[in-house]
């Protein structure tokens, strides 16, 4: 099998992995959503940043996620709180797909991540790129064989 061959496997792999760890971390939240973090993953900051709340640490966010804890601590479910929002401030409470990529961009490019955690990405990154890698080796060479019969 060739270079280029191998190649393309190792950048499809990287490809996938990266796409399925970025798109979980900025998709999905694992905070339930009767917690603050959980209804505030779904929510844009209300500073002049473009962050997500949920990642958003100044002063307005902050007040922001302390009024979601009333309204949780209160009774009321995610979807209540998220309506109280939207009759609030309108669309612009409401983060849309491309709102939430830009804020964690945002958050990644300007320093919002500690060293270590930026460190095991990487690492995880790479060890799942390298096994995808070997899987789809032994499958190309499993294939290549068949074809040789």
Same mark, same amino acid.
């Given at each position: 099998?060739?270079?280029?061959?191998?190649?393309?496997?190792?950048?499809?792999?990287?490809?996938?992995?990266?796409?399925?760890?970025?798109?979980?971390?900025?998709?999905?939240?694992?905070?339930?959503?009767?917690?603050?973090?959980?209804?505030?993953?779904?929510?844009?900051?209300?500073?002049?940043?473009?962050?997500?709340? &949920?990642?958003?640490?100044?002063?307005?966010?902050?007040?922001?996620?302390?009024?979601?804890?009333?309204?949780?601590?209160?009774?009321?479910?995610?979807?209540?709180?998220?309506?109280?929002?939207?009759?609030?401030?309108?669309?612009?409470?409401?983060?849309?797909?491309?709102?939430?990529?830009?804020?964690?961009?945002?958050?990644?490019?300007?320093?919002?991540?500690?060293?270590? &955690?930026?460190?095991?990405?990487?690492?995880?990154?790479?060890?799942?790129?390298?096994?995808?890698?070997?899987?789809?080796?032994?499958?190309?060479?499993?294939?290549?064989?068949?074809?040789?019969?």
């Amino acid at each position: 099998m060739g270079t280029p061959v191998k190649a393309a496997i190792l950048a499809v792999s990287f490809v996938i992995v990266l796409t399925f760890m970025s798109g979980k971390y900025i998709f999905l939240t694992s905070a339930p959503d009767t917690t603050v973090q959980g209804v505030s993953h779904s929510l844009a900051c209300p500073c002049e940043c473009p962050m997500v709340l &949920e990642d958003c640490h100044m002063s307005c966010g902050l007040s922001w996620k302390n009024l979601i804890g009333e309204q949780l601590k209160s009774g009321l479910d995610k979807r209540e709180v998220m309506g109280y929002f939207y009759k609030r401030y309108g669309r612009a409470a409401l983060l849309t797909p491309v709102q939430r990529v830009a804020g964690k961009w945002y958050q990644i490019t300007r320093g919002g991540y500690p060293v270590k &955690e930026m460190a095991l990405f990487v690492v995880i990154l790479a060890v799942w790129t390298f096994l995808l890698y070997l899987v789809g080796l032994s499958l190309v060479e499993k294939v290549a064989a068949r074809g040789k019969k």
